[in-house]
């Protein structure tokens, strides 16, 4: 049972413009949500994370917004580069679970320059 | 500073050989993770470590496979008489708490079984 759901396998955009990555997760006990990035031949990079106490968090180009009532979540690029071409991967930590992340199986971004 | 480092990068074994997978988490970070990622899909947890110390071992396949973190030297990912559903990419990641999101992850070691 895939408990994060990341149902668009892509996602293509042009440089400058906004680009919207959509996640959506079943288990309630989660409460701690992050995403990263991953280029060809290297680990994931992490972008950037929301507590289940906020509804959006910031950090430069990248917003991520949580809704709770409809367990979903949004990862915002504005505005998109080129360099942001890479599989963004929604992962979910449940409290007192040690830290462990479940994970989306990725969106792949391409940003057309 | 280093990262988080594996080897090999690569690694290619025949079915019923016996795969070793190292990490060695960043300095000052006693936290060890393992994750596969299968083709086309998204990272799984397998095991969690510190010194000595199998945390959470969940995701781990109840058999061939074993992790450990010893005292001194990297983290130690085996599998034992390796099958084709073994190939997968392993990443191994390295924090200084269990909090969540301290994670640094390593290139990963690509295992194809042949």
């Known amino acids: 049972d895939q408990q994060v759901k990341q149902n668009s396998p892509s996602l293509s955009v042009q440089e400058g413009r906004i680009s919207i990555l959509n996640c959506d997760y079943t288990?309630?006990?989660?409460?701690?949500f992050l995403w990263y990035k991953k280029y060809p031949a290297e680990g994931p990079t992490f972008l950037i994370s929301?507590?289940?106490?906020?509804d959006k968090n910031e950090d430069g180009r990248f917003t991520v917004f949580l809704n709770k009532s409809a367990k979903h979540l949004s990862l915002h690029i504005v505005p998109s580069q080129p360099g942001d071409s890479a599989v963004y991967f929604c992962?979910?930590?449940?409290?007192?679970?040690?830290?462990?992340?479940?994970f989306g199986k990725g969106i792949t971004l391409s940003v057309r320059p | 500073n280093a990262g988080v480092m594996q080897n090999p990068r690569h690694l290619v074994r025949r079915r019923g050989q016996e795969a070793r997978l190292r990490c060695s988490p960043m300095?000052?970070?006693?936290?060890v993770y393992w994750y596969r990622q299968l083709p086309e899909e998204g990272l799984k947890f397998m095991v969690y470590?510190?010194?000595?110390?199998?945390?959470?071992e969940s995701g781990m396949p109840k058999e061939r496979f074993s992790a450990e973190f010893p005292k001194e030297g990297p983290s130690i990912l085996r599998i034992q008489q390796v099958v084709r559903g073994d190939s997968a990419a392993y990443f191994c990641?390295?924090?200084?708490?269990?909090?969540?999101?301290?994670?640094?992850f390593g290139s990963g070691t690509r295992l194809t079984v042949v």
């Open positions: 990641a390295s924090s200084p708490s269990d909090r969540p999101g301290g994670y640094t």
């Open positions: 288990n309630s006990m989660f409460d701690y």
């Open positions: 929301i507590s289940s106490i906020k």
């Open positions: 992962a979910a930590s449940e409290e007192g679970a040690n830290s462990k992340l479940t």
């Open positions: 300095k000052g970070h006693s936290h």
């Open positions: 470590l510190q010194k000595e110390n199998i945390i959470d």
